[in-house]
């Protein structure tokens, strides 16, 4: 009750004093205005945040995954190399078998680095190429430096596309 009686006096006194009334009123104002103004900047400031370290993780990604695209590539080339040498098959097995082990354990990496339901099937593609790419380091017909080619190019159009987001 007592409540209600200092509101009526109050209200009373906002009508018989006008400036009164205009000083509660710009208070009410100025304190609607910094609550708003925490709010948008509590929001803000999280978001920030979010996106810092969204686009810090993505670099992180982007330049392992370059390193084992690059590891990859190294590999694939010492095996093709090894296998179109005039060594006996039996030398060329034994010199590859440890390089072909690392070349899946960066293709398997690599593959878990992507995306395979991406929507643009850029990822897809690459994956598709790895294999390629691992499977004809290994041979001697001439197709190596052609799937090279079309893997570099593809990880250039997904890395691309990935470090714009």
Excluded at 72 to 82: K, P, T, Y
Excluded at 97 to 113: V, Y
Aim: glycine share 4%; net charge positive.
């Amino acid at each position: 009750m007592k409540a209600s009686v200092s509101m009526t006096a109050l209200f009373d006194y906002l009508k018989t004093n006008p400036a009164a009334a205009t000083a509660v009123i710009s208070a009410f104002i100025a304190l609607c205005g910094v609550a708003i103004s925490a709010f948008v900047a509590f929001t803000t400031g999280r978001r920030s945040v979010y996106i810092s370290s969204v686009t810090a993780e993505r670099s992180k990604w982007i330049e392992k995954l370059r390193a084992n695209i690059a590891d990859l590539i190294g590999l694939c080339s010492a095996i093709h190399m090894c296998r179109i040498s005039n060594k006996t098959p039996e030398a060329k097995n034994l010199e590859n078998a440890d390089r072909l082990h690392q070349a899946d354990r960066f293709a398997a990496l690599i593959t878990q680095q992507l995306n395979p339901s991406d929507k643009s099937g850029i990822d897809e593609k690459l994956i598709k190429h790895l294999n390629f790419l691992v499977k004809a380091a290994d041979q001697e017909n001439g197709q190596y430096r052609t799937e090279e080619r079309k893997f570099i190019r593809h990880s250039q159009f997904m890395l691309k596309r990935n470090g714009k987001r």
